[in-house]
């Protein structure tokens, strides 16, 4: 399988008496989904930002490889290698879509930007890359010119996920993309997100306290509970052999529901 993509040991991050996150220890490799399932206030998204650099752990640390080979130590980055990181190897997708998209721009814009912040200067291209992108997300394309306000919930997220994905990322973090979402439309969205992932080999983490997503889309499942890692393992196993008293729960609540 070779080297993990990243890789996180020992991570500790503390506010106040809060422990969120308490001896952490997980890898991703290439091309592969991992869902970070558990309640809330488990620990995911402190989890999430501190993989991408987004927050300073109290220890431990996390390596990524780039597509040369080499590692680089996450919290060691400057802003300014952060940040180009995040242009040219990271997407970010937010629960809120607020949080992902520039709500003063049109949607072609929104795409376009990252397009341009990584480098492309081809006005022509760019616009044909943004429409190309909206299409596939299963966006109408002519409506490129639209700022986000004027689409529904799903589509922000699916034009969020276009900005994201548009800059071909090898890592891919995710936080609740379709938490808050009507139920058909988050099933919509997250078939999506399934044929963008294969189409793309995509390694992604994937936060969501949907067992049901977890079950859709990760091929290893993360359970989280009190800033630790409970029980991890492959999606298959975790799901119908669950063996933490926890994840039996979590398992058997849905299955109740
Ligand atoms: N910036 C912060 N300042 C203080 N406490 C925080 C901060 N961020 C998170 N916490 C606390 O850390 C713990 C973990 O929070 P986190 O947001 O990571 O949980 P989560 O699993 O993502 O929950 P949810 O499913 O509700 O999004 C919680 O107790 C939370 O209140
Ligand atoms: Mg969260």
């Not at 990524?64 to 590692?71: I, N, Q």
């Not at 376009?112 to 299409?135: F, K, S, T």
């Not at 919930?153 to 891919?172: E, S």
């Not at 983490?205 to 889309?217: E, N, Q």
Request: net charge negative.
């Amino acid at each position: 399988m070779g080297a993990p993509l990243l890789e996180a040991a020992n991570l500790q991050l503390r506010f106040g008496a809060v422990r969120a996150l308490d001896g952490v220890d997980v890898e991703i490799f290439p091309g592969e989904v991992v869902a970070i399932v558990g309640e809330s206030g488990s620990g995911k998204s402190t989890l999430l930002r501190v993989l991408a650099g987004a927050m300073e752990p109290d220890a431990g640390r996390v390596l990524y490889r780039d597509a040369a080979g080499e590692a680089h130590d996450v919290q060691a980055l400057s802003e300014a290698g952060r940040r180009r990181l995040m242009r040219s190897d990271w997407g970010f997708v937010h629960q809120n879509a607020r949080d992902g998209l520039r709500m003063g721009i049109s949607a072609g814009g929104n795409i376009g930007e990252r397009l341009m912040a990584a480098g492309d200067r081809n006005y022509a291209h760019i616009r044909a890359e943004a429409a190309d992108w909206m299409g596939r997300v299963e966006m109408n394309p002519e409506r490129i010119d639209e700022p986000p306000k004027n689409f529904s919930g799903g589509m922000q997220q699916r034009l969020q996920i276009a900005r994201c994905l548009v800059t071909n990322p090898r890592l891919v973090f995710m936080d609740e993309p379709t938490g808050g979402l009507d139920v058909s439309v988050q099933a919509r969205l997250l078939d999506l997100i399934r044929g963008l992932v294969a189409q793309l080999g995509l390694a992604v983490f994937f936060v969501t306290h949907d067992i049901g997503a977890a079950r859709l889309l990760a091929h290893r499942i993360v359970v989280m509970r009190h800033g630790r890692i409970v029980e991890e393992g492959l999606a298959d196993r975790v799901l119908d052999d669950p063996r933490h008293a926890y994840t039996q729960l979590l398992v058997s609540s849905v299955l109740a529901a």
